[in-house]
Structure formats: structure tokens, C-alpha cells
């Protein structure tokens, strides 16, 4: 044996025909492909910290599941919760606007724009001021009824325009303060909304009333039924209007058929209506009306126990003081004395901004007729 190698006879190897040479070329062989590799080491520490990742991104990844899963629970109570039953309806139905994300937007949150907001501002000679179509809420009717009138009515009446899709009230009370309805012919008496509605896209208003139960001798009493419960959508995507005009809305639900009377403006500019005392004091009515749509909206009615402000001179409280003015249009406020003897007429032509304001007299009452003028920006 030699250097490691048995050597049998005639010089052979002992593994047959090859030479020892061969040998030699297989180790070189294997340590050229060895090269640059670096010595294996098993290390424990790396090992559990890299299983502690694994179970942590694992953990994580349940946890996001799991709220997920929760998340799509409650989108789905609280979608439910906009969905009922009705006959009329012949099954399920959504009973409030339903493109929103139920948690990410509050249907309930009032808006919080006022009226007129641009009075005051100042238009430049490139400024690009915006007409926008409008709506105007004229009446809310209920056109059929399944029970006899009268029917002592409370609940809302909402308006979701394009600016914030929040809530701006048309009609609301409380149980406590109902409104007698007597005929089909018969409007809630509204009270809104306190600015201008546009109509960009679609335009929904949303009803919600209730008939309270007055009967004094009945083992029934004291249960309150739904009269209506939906909404109704005055189109406003892809719609072009050539001129200002009168439509009406219908939602059967319930107890009854409710009419909504609209009128939708072209190009409107909002107007805020403010009455004030200046001598003597005022009973009777005040109602508006533009010259193209001439259904007066109900501004003031001392019968229906509207109240003046600071006395004898004083503010009158307005139910809808906003009206929108539609292109080429004039505002009409029209003033009447309860015992109908005297009676006046004012009209306004509209503005992009500014106000206007008239003092006239009314039977032995001094008044100051004040309209400023705004467009409705986004």
C-alpha cells in the first residue's frame, strides 16, 4: 500500500482497469464544485424566530378574517335594518337610499349647509359661475288611504341632494305634535328644506310616517300604524331640461299612496325670503310662487300658530323661506290680512348675488319684504 492506494500485481489497482490518476481527478473534480460554498450550520435561534414569524403573520392573517367576517355582519344588520316588508310592495324592499356603505356613512346625520351661501361673494370677469338645476318640494299629499280620514300624521319627510347626501328635513314632528290630515286633498304643512336642493345626479326624498292612534275607549289603543315608509328618486342623471317644470312623485307603501309634488328649475339660483314687522303687527298668510310655476309654497299662516319674533316689530318666522329661481324667472311673495281685506303682491327678479328688498304696507302693518340671491356651488 502507497500513499493510500492498494497496488496489486503488474501495477493494477485493486478496482479494476483504472489508475490511480483517476482517483486523484474525482477529488479534484468534487472540491472545484464545493467551491465558494459555505459550511452548513443548523441554527436554532433562527429557527424559532423564523416559526414565531410564520405564527405571527398566520395570527395576523385570522385576525383580518375574523374582521372582515365582522365587518360583513354588520353591513349586512344594517342593511337589513333599510329593508321591510310590505303588501303593497309584494315582498321585501329597501325603505332608504341604499348606495352607501351602511357603516361608513350615517343616513341620519343632518346636513350641515345653510342657505345662501355665496351672497356676498364676488364675481370676477373669468369666474365661472355655475347654474345648476334645482328642485323645489311643493306638497306632500296622501293621494289614496286605507283607513277613513281625518288621521293625526307625524314622521319625517327627507331631502338627499347631491352635495352631501345628507339629511335635509321637509316635514317633521313628533308624536306629540301631529298634523291632522282630513282629505287626499290636503298637503303636510312643510317646513323645509332651509336651503336650496340641487339636482346633479339623482335626487331622493325619503319618507317616514306614522298615523298616531287617538281612539279614548278600545282594547286596540294606543297602537300607532305605519302610514308610509320609502322613498321616491326625482331623475336627475343624464337629464337635460329645456325649461322649468311640475311633476310628481308616488310611493305606494303601507297604509296609503303619498304624492310628492315637485317642481324641478332650470339653471336655479336660491333665494332666502326674510319678513319683518315694522309697525304694527301682522296676522294672515304669506305664500311665494315664481311666474313659470305658480303652486304657491306656504311661507307664513297665523292659524297655524306661527309666531312673531320680538313683539309688535319683529322677525317673522318663515316655514320654507328658500325657494329656488329658475333661468329667466321672478319670485312673487304674496302678503294677505286674515280677515282678507287687504292683501299685496311683491315680485323679485332674480340675481346671481346680492339682495333686494321692498317696504310696504299691509292694512295698518308696515313690512320690509327682504330676498337675497345666491347660486348653489359645490
Known amino acids: 500500500m502507497a500513499d493510500g492506494i492498494v497496488i496489486a500485481e503488474h501495477g ?4 479494476g482497469s483504472g489508475s490511480s490518476t483517476h482517483v ?57 335594518r333599510s329593508r321591510d316588508y310590505d303588501p303593497k310592495q309584494g315582498g321585501r324592499y329597501m325603505t332608504r337610499c341604499f ?27 373669468d369666474d365661472f359661475c355655475p347654474l345648476l338645476n334645482a328642485v323645489n318640494i311643493l306638497s306632500v299629499k296622501i293621494a289614496s288611504l286605507d283607513v277613513k280620514f281625518p288621521i293625526h300624521v307625524y314622521g319625517t319627510v327627507i331631502a338627499r341632494d347631491s352635495f352631501d347626501r345628507k339629511c335635509v328635513y321637509v316635514f317633521r314632528r313628533t308624536r306629540d305634535n301631529c298634523q291632522v290630515i282630513k282629505s287626499k286633498t290636503q298637503s303636510l304643512t312643510l317646513e ?28 286596540q289603543r294606543g297602537r300607532d300604524r305605519e302610514l308610509s315608509k320609502g322613498f321616491v328618486r326625482i331623475k336627475g342623471t343624464g337629464r337635460i331640461l329645456e325649461k322649468s317644470l311640475v311633476e310628481s312623485k308616488y310611493l305606494a307603501t303601507r297604509l296609503s299612496t303619498v304624492e310628492v309634488g315637485c317642481s324641478v328649475v332650470k339653471d336655479g339660483l336660491e ?28 311661507l307664513h299662516d297665523s292659524k297655524l300658530g306661527g309666531k312673531k319674533v320680538g313683539g309688535v316689530k319683529g322677525v317673522i318666522q318663515l316655514l320654507q323661506p328658500v325657494i329656488t329661481v329658475g333661468r329667466g324667472d321672478k319670485l312673487i311673495v304674496v302678503i294677505q290680512t286674515s280677515d282678507g281685506v287687504s292683501k299685496r303682491t311683491v315680485e323679485f327678479t332674480r340675481r346671481i348675488r346680492s339682495s333686494d328688498e321692498d317696504v310696504i304696507t299691509v292694512g295698518a302693518t308696515k313690512m320690509r319684504v327682504k330676498v337675497s340671491w345666491s347660486v348653489m356651488d359645490w
Not at 345626479?201 to 306614522?210: A, N, P, S
Not at 333665494?271 to 306656504?298: N, Y
Open 24 to 80: 486523484v481527478e474525482s477529488y479534484e473534480e468534487e472540491e472545484w464544485e464545493c467551491a465558494g460554498l459555505e459550511p452548513f450550520f443548523f441554527d436554532v435561534a433562527e429557527a424559532v424566530a423564523d416559526h414565531e414569524r410564520r405564527m405571527q403573520i398566520e395570527q395576523e392573517n385570522e385576525q383580518e378574517k375574523a374582521r372582515l367576517e365582522d365587518l360583513r355582519k354588520q353591513r349586512k344588520q344594517a342593511y337589513d
Open 99 to 125: 348606495f352607501y356603505d351602511f357603516l361608513q356613512f350615517d343616513v341620519d346625520e343632518e346636513s350641515s349647509l345653510g342657505p345662501v351661501r355665496y351672497t356676498d361673494k364676488v364675481y370676477k370677469m
Open 192 to 219: 323645509g328644506p332651509k336651503r336650496g336642493l340641487v339636482l346633479l345626479d339623482d335626487l331622493f326624498i325619503e319618507i317616514d310616517l306614522k298615523i298616531k292612534d287617538v281612539r279614548q275607549k278600545s282594547a
Open 271 to 298: 333665494s332666502l325670503v326674510a319678513i319683518e314687522v315694522l309697525r304694527g303687527e301682522f296676522s294672515g298668510k304669506i305664500t311665494a310662487c315664481t311666474v313659470h310655476v305658480p303652486h304657491s309654497l306656504l
Open 12 to 15: 493494477r489497482s485493486i478496482w
